[in-house]
């Protein structure tokens, strides 16, 4: 009788669950089988994978076993699986209701978060709500010292500094050596009764962080310990969920513990509940990290990837064939689902990250680097403003696309079955109604003619050729071809490798269907397809190990005497992560360890997890992956050991071997249909299509075909070969067919057209992606505090990756400056040759923003023409002047503010000039006569690596425009250049019409704005629009004069303003670019405030004055009440210590939205440094960040609230505030009332209070406190009944209608967006909030 044989692996998917199941036979070899059934089907089964195995049971048995008993677990071993229960539970906010305990004056701190907005050119600023139902605050502090040994913290004499102002209260030690100071220690009489209520409201689950809870732990185990004993179920402890530095994601991942723990749990009771008895079956999960947990060890925070990581885990290990080079293989895993598509690498090693957020919630925990793109079979389909585009919205699974007849959207899967890559009569009949109807293709077609419609109706009115279903079909999807290779291209490019280098491993429903023309677009030759592609991530969970991990934090240099110690560490954590193993059952000398040291360059923040072999160098180590990375490594940097880590494993299956196929298959079956299908290469064409379980090993398939099992379809396209391996998986070797450029077009394409928009933008994206890893200084590669583009070669921008939003129309007058001195300026002698590279940063006369902004220009020639410039703007740490950051509060002249470079041949004839832009660096040291206290640049080897890393940006640029060209020649590229700078201009054009329409205004009519600077300074506009050409004129006349202070903007600020704005009232996506102000006539009168002299200082115009321009832009336009209008922007330093930040408030209210709190606004979208990092940092205690209740202005829709900012100093130091709205308030709009403005106090130890102003520098002692409070943003429409109503139904009483229904249709097509995810998505994230 057989025993416990049974291996189960399960997928339980949001759609459908996966069911894998192994049972070894007496020869060694393994039965299998694998089923697929729908996740959710309450008519038939309350829990998907038991239901999955009790049909397996019964196939495998011969025995009836009746739902309404419980499963006989007698031939089971083991039941390993990977869940969405978590992920689910976290998009959908259904997870436990919990309650967070945190620090006093911190309440906010997980809402404000990092403070940045996600889309920089959404006025409705939306962010997933926090994840607990209320806040406990605990009155406790731990300071850290400032030690007795000079550093750049601590400054020259912190003996001397800590004995003026002694920090009162009781030393502690931490594990890494650091000392902490018990100020307060939390208040548990009151903490107790604050938590009663918690109880009382039904909340039995606590997430507690403390800030330095990492390095001390000892309050929270004194919170944890008391609400034990009060009866909280679940409580997650911030130092033992996660142990690593930065209170924001590791709160976030304490809060999703509390959150999704108890949640996963009582999945769990239930699933378990269904079996007689579950003792000796090993049950276990899959973690984010790509590793298997008990179920007493499998939490929350580790769960939300546990899917998608079984899909990793299944292509990396069975990816492999006769004669493949394991040592050289590189794979990137191609997983296409329904709602998207997760891509990931693998290159014999996983490839983890350590902090990733999902549904706006950053976790802090190892997981596997799996980036989702927004575009799946159910993406839908739309033409936009002349320009075929793909999601990010999705039909998801009900309605879903047309063809599942439910009255759904066109989507990838219908463009698919139109072209007759799908055959109905081979797939599932569980659709309609009843769910027992086929595939309708035929809606599907109706569905495609009707676009195809629209499309040729446009190409009636241009005079372009009609285009057939098929054709409009073909374009979608090659559109969503293009949108899954950005990525691609991204995630290996970002790390130092080549795309074209890598085999795709493509696994999920989906994914056949497009490998061939994914792989040919990236250049690579081979896919590989496993036999159960469908079901991979069952199988990988099936293969996956049991998995251990510890972790503990560190702070010390690493150096061979640190070395010793850190072994001793190391040591300890193997130890403890393989005893959870051995409890587990597996033996000692079984079992695997990983040691890493979480590693960074000092006075730097880009952690490298650095895995050593033993007896290796971990310096090395680490220095050979930076190098790899980010293209350099930091000579006379000391390595800095953050955290240690260990990753135990146990390895419970053995992996499938490579075979050789010894066996003639004999010629290839017949095929069992012959259909027609459209393809690229060669259109429509009888394409065989084959049952894939006819096939033997060894059988070899020309495209095109069409190769279809029970679970997903396979289209080998023209040119393409297909081969069975010995394991009857399918290897596809991909052909790049030559294009015969005769056949390319000048004219618009829609298709094109957004293929050529993904192109364009994906030059300026890589050009980015270059500067950040080969940049050094904090502000380019850490804040990544730049911008890069296209240019065409007029100096128009053709494509602007979304950046810095004050970068975005500044960029191009730079260009054209440049183009005008080297044709008909000073520079016309010499002119502008191949090998030049030109740099310039003066604001007034060189299309500059201000002086720390260095723009980098190099033309990309062809042929002995410049046929495109590429161009990089970079933020400098410094660039001289009177201050430190060269960024004076109180500057009166451009001079004081640092070296203006008007012009300047950066590379002459391929040379680097270092000699003479140093020499222009110090020049402003040679004015310390006329102005105390100048100085030339004080980081001049950091601007030097700097701009030599724009230049290698640029030249990544110039390589891929080079690469466009010769792929589909010069005229075409420029045409396209053309028409995407022509379609942004139409929906610029059409915006103007429909705003005209809206207000009623006559045809050719003004509407006008006027906003003041606290100074009083008028900044007043009047649009006058013209309908019938859909153009508009926008005239400054009127705003006052240029200042004597710094908040003079140079034009080329009010131009990015400008473009900004007009880009965030277009209600879809376009591409940014010149054509957005082609439209549009600008006059501003010469000597205002937006058009000062060359001498005037400016570094306020692009921080503050930026900010006013966009207020009074969409004051014109009744599109958003005034946001904060400022970025206070905040310094502090010596001659030893430089810190910088800008602080969010609150954003306007708008026709169908409330305002967000605590957030970035407009012009600016810089992120926030982590309390805890500022304090071991710099000198300071951080007292209270939350935000500041009521600031925000009543309405309809209220104006989301400023923040609260309070810092203590330890020591003097210089601070400078350099800060607007606080004398005039943010203006409501419609009837909505204005915000608080803001306000700036110093504090001193003895209780005075003193208002600094907008604008000033002060000398602070140890003791001071400075509390800065940020305006909010005002409210739109008219409060009802007198209150300031915060919800969004109702009718829009004191609303202009037509402009709020405009905005709710744009907000209902936009809500079934799917978002990207990983990290990729992370760093255009980061780019975004720059």
Not at 217 to 226: D, I, R, S, Y
Not at 623 to 636: M, N, P
Not at 1183 to 1190: E, N, W
Request: glycine share 10%; proline share 5%.
């Amino acid at each position: 009788m057989p025993g416990r044989d049974l291996r189960f692996s399960i997928d339980r998917g949001g759609t459908f669950t996966d069911v894998f199941v192994e049972a070894p036979q007496s020869d060694g070899s393994s039965k299998q089988t694998a089923l697929k059934l729908l996740s959710v089907d309450p008519q038939n089964y309350p829990d998907a994978p038991r239901e999955g195995i009790r049909r397996i049971l019964e196939q495998l048995t011969g025995k009836k076993h009746p739902r309404d008993e419980k499963l006989d677990t007698s031939r089971i071993s083991s039941i390993r699986m990977g869940t969405t229960v978590a992920t689910n539970a976290l998009l959908e906010r259904k997870g436990e209701r919990c309650a967070l305990v945190t620090t006093k004056g911190f309440k906010d701190l997980l809402y404000i978060g990092n403070q940045a907005r996600p889309r920089i050119f959404d006025l409705e600023i939306k962010l997933q709500d926090v994840l607990y139902e209320s806040v406990v605050e605990v009155d406790e502090q731990i300071v850290l010292p400032l030690g007795d040994e000079a550093s750049k913290r601590a400054g020259k004499n912190p003996t001397r500094d800590s004995e003026i102002y002694p920090i009162d209260g009781k030393k502690i030690p931490s594990q890494t050596g650091e000392v902490g100071i018990v100020r307060r220690s939390p208040d548990m009489d009151s903490l107790k009764s604050a938590l009663k209520e918690v109880l009382e409201n039904g909340i039995t689950s606590l997430a507690v962080v403390l800030k330095h809870s990492f390095l001390f732990p000892e309050h929270e185990e004194q919170v944890g310990a008391l609400a034990k004993s009060m009866g909280f179920t679940q409580i997650s402890l911030s130092s033992e969920v996660m142990p690593m530095v930065k209170m924001v994601p590791r709160g976030y991942t304490a809060a999703a513990d509390a959150y999704l723990t108890p949640h996963i749990m009582k999945y769990i009771e239930t699933f378990e509940s269904g079996f007689s008895d579950l003792k000796d079956v090993q049950l276990s999960f899959m973690q984010s990290d790509g590793g298997l947990a008990p179920t007493n060890r499998f939490s929350g925070h580790r769960a939300v990837l546990s899917g998608p990581a079984g899909g990793y885990v299944g292509y990396a290990l069975t990816t492999k064939w006769h004669g493949y080079d394991a040592e050289k293989l590189q794979l990137i895993g191609f997983d296409m689902g329904g709602t998207s598509t997760d891509v990931s690498r693998f290159a014999g090693s996983y490839e983890h990250v350590f902090e990733a957020t999902l549904a706006g919630v950053t976790i802090q925990a190892p997981q596997l680097d799996i980036n989702t793109v927004a575009a799946g079979g159910g993406s839908r389909l739309f033409f936009r403003a002349g320009i075929f585009q793909v999601g990010p919205e999705s039909a998801g699974a009900h309605p879903g696309p047309v063809c599942y007849r439910k009255n759904g959207y066109p989507a990838i899967t219908d463009a698919n079955l139109v072209l007759g890559r799908i055959l109905p009569e081979f797939f599932p009949s569980i659709f309609g109604e009843d769910e027992k109807q086929p595939l309708d293709a035929e809606a599907s077609r109706q569905a495609l003619q009707k676009i195809a419609h629209e499309v040729n109706e446009q190409a009636k009115s241009t005079g372009q050729p009609e285009k057939s279903v098929e054709e409009v079909a073909m374009g979608f999807i090659k559109v969503a071809n293009e949108t899954m290779c950005r990525p691609i291209r991204a995630l290996t490019q970002m790390k130092g490798y080549d795309a074209a280098a890598h085999a795709l491993a493509c696994f999920g429903g989906a994914g056949g269907q497009h490998a061939c023309a994914i792989a040919r677009s990236l250049g690579m030759k081979t896919i590989f397809i496993h036999r159960y592609s469908g079901i991979l991530s069952a199988v990988g969970i099936g293969l996956a190990d049991v998995v251990a991990e510890e972790q503990a934090p560190a702070a010390e240099a690493l150096d061979q005497t640190s070395l010793e110690g850190l072994s001793k560490r190391l040591d300890s954590l193997e130890t403890a992560a393989k005893d959870k193993l051995v409890e587990q059952g597996f033996k000692r000398d079984e079992l695997n360890a990983e040691l890493f040291l979480n590693l960074r360059y000092d006075g730097t923040d880009v952690p490298v997890m650095t895995q050593c072999a033993e007896g290796d160098d971990y310096a090395k180590a680490f220095e050979e992956t930076y190098k790899r990375e980010f293209g350099f490594v930091l000579e006379q940097r000391s390595i800095i050991v953050d955290d240690l880590r260990v990753r135990a494993t146990g390895k419970a299956v053995p992996l499938p071997e490579a075979k050789e196929v010894t066996e003639d298959p004999g010629k290839l079956p017949e095929p069992d249909k012959v259909t027609k299908a459209y393809f690229e290469i060669g259109g429509l064409q009888d394409t065989p299509a084959y049952l894939l379980k006819k096939f033997k090993p060894g059988h070899e398939i020309p495209g095109p075909a069409i190769l279809i099992d029970d679970i997903s379809t396979i289209v080998v396209e023209p040119k393409c070969r297909a081969w069975v391996t010995a394991n009857m998986d399918i290897k596809v070797d991909v052909q790049r067919p030559e294009v015969k450029k005769e056949d390319l077009l000048t004219e618009c394409d829609p298709v094109q057209l957004a293929i050529f928009s993904h192109r364009f933008m994906g030059i300026a994206e890589q050009m980015g992606r270059t500067l950040q890893r080969t940049s050094i200084s904090v502000n380019i590669k850490e804040r990544l505090d730049f911008s890069c583009a296209l240019f065409g070669p007029d100096g128009s921008l053709v494509a602007n990756a979304p950046h810095l939003p004050v970068h975005l129309g500044a960029m191009s007058e730079a260009n054209r400056f440049q183009l005008r001195y080297y044709t008909e300026g000073p520079g016309k002698d010499e002119g502008i040759q191949e090998g030049d590279v030109l740099v310039s940063n003066n604001p007034q006369l060189a299309g500059g923003s201000h002086l720390p902004d260095i723009t980098v220009i190099t033309p990309v020639f062809n042929q002995g023409k410049i046929v495109f410039f590429v161009a990089s703007r970079g933020h400098h740490q410094d660039v001289g002047g009177i201050t430190p950051g060269s960024m004076p509060p109180m500057s009166h002249t451009l001079a004081e503010e640092g070296a203006a470079i008007l012009s300047f041949k950066l590379v002459k004839g391929g040379k680097f000039q270092e000699e003479g832009i140093t020499k222009l660096l110090m020049a402003p040291a040679d004015l310390k006569e006329q102005i105390p206290g100048i100085s030339g640049t004080r980081a001049l080897n950091d601007n030097l690596s700097d701009m030599k890393a724009q230049v290698a940006s640029n030249f990544k640029g110039i390589g891929l425009v080079t690469a466009l060209i010769e792929e589909y020649t010069l005229e075409v590229v420029q045409a396209y250049m053309h028409h995407i700078q022509a379609n942004a201009e139409q929906a610029v054009r059409q915006l103007l019409r429909d705003f005209s329409q809206d207000q009623g205004l006559k045809e050719v009519d003004t509407v006008s704005a006027e906003e003041h600077m606290d100074d009083g300074t008028p900044i007043r506009l009047a649009v006058t629009i013209d309908r019938k050409e859909g153009s508009a004129l926008l005239d400054f006349e009127g705003t006052g004069p240029e200042v004597f202070g710094n908040t003079n903007a140079p034009p080329a600020v009010t131009y990015s303003a400008i473009i900004y704005s007009m880009r965030c009232m277009v209600p879809q996506e376009i591409p940014l670019n010149q054509g957005c102000l082609a439209p549009l006539t600008v006059r501003i009168p010469p000597h205002c405030l937006l058009s000062p002299s060359s001498e005037a200082a400016v570094v306020g115009g692009n921080v503050l004055t930026s900010q006013r321009v966009t207020d009074v832009v969409l004051k014109c336009f009744k599109a958003a009440a005034a946001s904060q209008g400022c970025m206070n922007n905040f310094t502090f330093g010596d001659s030893n210590i430089t810190y910088y930040e800008t602080i969010a408030g609150g954003a306007g209210a708008g026709p169908g939205w409330v305002g967000r709190s605590g957030v970035h606004t407009h012009m600016t979208n810089t992120r926030i440094t982590d309390p805890e990092i500022l304090e071991r940092r710099y000198p300071v205690v951080l007292h209270d960040f939350s935000l500041r209740k009521g600031s925000g202005g009543a309405g309809k829709y209220r104006g989301g609230d400023g923040v609260i900012r309070e810092m203590e100093y330890l020591r003097p130091l210089t601070c400078s505030i350099l800060s607007e709205r606080r004398a005039l308030r943010p203006y409501g709009l419609l009837g909505g009332h204005s915000a608080l403005p803001g306000l700036n106090l110093l504090l001193h130890p003895d209780g005075r209070k003193v208002n600094m102003g907008g604008k000033t520098s002060v000398q602070v002692k140890a003791g001071d406190r400075i509390r800065i409070l940020t305006p909010g943003g005002g409210g739109f429409g008219a409060p009802e009944d007198g209150e300031a109503a915060d919800y969004r139904e109702g009718e829009n009483r004191g609303v202009e209608k037509a402009v709020a229904d405009r905005a709710a249709k744009w907000v209902k097509e936009h809500s079934a967006a799917v978002r990207s995810s990983g990290s990729v998505a992370r760093y255009t994230s980061e780019q975004e909030s720059a």
